[in-house]
């Protein structure tokens, strides 16, 4: 089955949101400043495609922003020639663009994006001057029930459109359920037949722990849809009990799902350091398949990918090193992320860490490895590493430090003295993990990276991964990447190889732990942590259990920080991040060793 998310972005049910505040987040963020540019701020300001389509543009540096991301970040763009900016940060996107519009007296007074958000596609934005709230300011600034009443009194805004804007409101604010549920109640209150909005108003109280209240609301708009597939999807979500041996997911799996996800023991956690003390992480058959040069944006690299053989498997890397340089540099491995497609990592343009360093970015060697099962490609030549991409956690930190292994014994710049780590997402994790197992690593930086596969993981719009599992499962088959069902890529990471490999419920929670840094901080070296609020992929509760746990062994401040933005997600602040990345490295890279 579809999960219903997914489903639901299919349908074309998207909207444009913004907060009007340009630099929100807590006070644990990185000493950083980010101060307006004047050559540029003549774009910055409020534009508006409508009621429910609001778009703030700030401008800072060398970018403009926009506020907030379609897809859960703040992304930054530079200015491509003309009156067009293209996207830059997180990640170059030269396909997606704003292009500003003037008068005749040469003010600004809108803009048009392309490739940014498929319903918005080609649509003039207007400059607005004027301070007139919109429907979408005012539940931005925490204020739901004016919200819901300026919506209804825009006779233009129909059913349909006011489902869509409090859809994405619940998608991409998790923070804000109570917010959601309040705005729904009044406008499903006002459109009384209309079973989207009683759906999603049920599974919106379900995200907020209101369960009781959300069987009626489902009741209700199961009664006026039968069909509706969010109403359908939680209402048998709520009524599934466990199941006997053989049947639903107990035929696929020999062990319950509560006893894969119970707390960790204390016996357990130390198997798994037991565990890695005994993993030969010796390279052999090292060989430079291929050599290139990259120009970067500050400076130009010679880089080689290196084959090399884990267990007999086959696995790739890239080095870059500064053209021309000899004595030794601090080394930054740079851990890419993992997404429900195993993509490639295309280096030509530079990785994270590069980007994050700007101008300082040939004082350091970096190590990219590709991870198993991924690709990794560099000016159109294609190498494809050996492996299970679905080993994707303790696996790939395995490849990491295997492969820094290689670059330190064929590459002489590399100082194995300074050596630090980045990574996003997945690779913030390993990030993490290396750092805790490899006391050569003394400075990592993760961004978005999970830290508990047990607890902070849950719940997922309410939902904890038992029960999204054993819906999945419910057909008495395994959770489907094929089909994208909702657990399906958990069930890839930690469940598949019951049925592959013969692995037990004992294996599954050593994989599991072996994937949790959170487990294992008191041999993390200096870390910063970066987390979104409003991440909907890696909850906000990483970061606190991430905290809780440091200020438990005496750890938080400037030796293990965590940084939470708020208004954010998945991919937090690139350019506030970035700074903050680039001045720890920098100064990390000076220091004694």
Known sequence: ??????????????????????????????????????????????????????????????????????????????????????????????????????????????????????????????????????????????????????????KTLTADRLYEFAYQGFLKYPSRRADTVTFLRIVAAAHPEYAPLASLLGYSLIAAGRRDEARTVLANALRLDPENPLAWEASRRLGLREPEPGKGYRAVLPFSLDAAFAPPTQSEIEAVRRAWALRDLSARNVLVVHRFELPLSHGTFEGEIIRHTISGVEHYGAVLVPKGATGPLPVVIDARGVNFFYSPLDISGGVESTTALAEAQTDFVYVIPSMRGHKIIVNGAEFKSGGDSSDAWDGATDDTLVFLNVVLATIPQADERHIA????????????????????????QSISGPTDRFEAMDPVNGWRWTEILADDMSDGKPSSMEEQEEGSQVFDHFFD?????????????????????????????????????????????????????????????????????????????????????????????????
């Open 497 to 593: 190889r019951v049925l592959t490999d013969g692995e037990d419920l004992r294996d599954v929670r050593m994989r599991m732990f072996a994937s949790s840094p959170l487990f294992f901080i008191e041999t993390l070296p200096q870390t910063d942590a970066y987390y979104g609020a409003e991440d909907s992929s890696v909850p906000l509760a990483n970061a606190m259990r991430l905290r809780e746990r440091a200020d438990s062994l005496s750890r938080s401040g400037s030796d293990l920080a965590v940084h939470v933005f708020e208004g954010r997600g998945h991919d937090t602040d690139p350019y506030l991040v970035n700074q903050s990345i680039k001045e720890r490295l920098i100064g990390w890279a000076k220091a004694p060793r």
């Open 1 to 154: 089955m579809i999960p219903i998310m997914r489903y639901l972005e299919k349908s074309g049910f998207c909207v444009l949101l913004a907060a009007l505040s340009v630099y929100d987040y807590a006070a644990s963020q990185p000493d950083t400043a980010a101060k307006p540019q004047a050559a540029f701020a003549e774009y910055a300001g409020v534009y508006l495609a409508g009621p429910l389509a609001v778009l703030e543009v700030g401008a800072v540096d060398d970018y403009i922003s926009l506020v907030p991301p379609f897809w859960g970040g703040k992304p930054y763009f530079v200015k491509d020639g003309g009156e067009t900016f293209s996207m830059a940060l997180p990640s170059p996107r030269p396909d997606r663009t704003a292009t500003f519009q003037r008068r005749a007296d040469g003010a600004v007074v809108g803009l048009v994006l392309t490739n940014v958000e498929d319903a918005y596609d080609g649509k003039r934005f207007e400059r607005v001057t004027a301070d007139a709230p919109t429907p979408a300011q005012l539940f931005l600034g925490r204020k739901p029930v004016e919200a819901a009443k300026a919506a209804l009194a825009d």
């Open 421 to 444: 780590i980045v990574g996003r997402s997945r690779g913030g994790t390993v990030a993490m993990l290396a750092g805790e197992r490899d006391g050569r690593i003394s400075l990592v």
